[in-house]
Nanobody, 124 residues
Framework: QVQLVESGGGLVQAGDSLKLSCAAS????????FAWFRQATGKEREFVAS????????NYADSVKGRFTISTDNAKNTVYLQMNNLKPDDTAVYYC?????????????????WGQGTQVTVSS
């Protein structure tokens, strides 16, 4: 059974950093592209960042460029999202997603594996 399990969320203050992890299991993920999405209360889910199945291409939402970094550790089947200089607007549930042979991008319909989400709350 394929599983994506996020961790690392929490309550932090504006300007702090957090590193989210997404542990993938149940199959080989070496050919998968990954992404992070987030959904704030009362808002639609939005794209945050993606990394291609080669690991060579990354994409970011404008709102997080320069602050967030997506990376993978293929040996550990884990995807990370390093979040620096967090802002209250970053408060949301963060979801990890994956799909085979994906170059990347922000269309949620392109991804068919999803985690359960981890809450990030940034206080001002």
């Amino acid at each position: 059974q394929v599983q994506l399990v996020e961790s690392g969320g929490g309550l932090v203050q504006a300007g702090d950093s957090l590193k989210l992890s997404c542990a993938a299991s149940g199959r080989t993920f070496s050919n998968c592209g990954f992404a992070w999405f987030r959904q704030a209360t009362g808002k639609e889910r939005e794209f945050v960042a993606s990394i291609s199945y080669t690991g060579r291409t990354t994409n970011y939402a404008d709102s997080v460029k320069g602050r967030f970094t997506i990376s993978t550790d293929n040996a550990k089947n884990t995807v990370y999202l390093q979040m620096n200089n967090l802002k209250p607007d970053d408060t949301a549930v963060y979801y990890c997603a994956a799909a085979d042979w994906l170059i990347g991008g922000g269309r949620s319909n392109d991804y068919y594996y999803w985690g359960q989400g981890t809450q990030v709350t940034v206080s001002s």
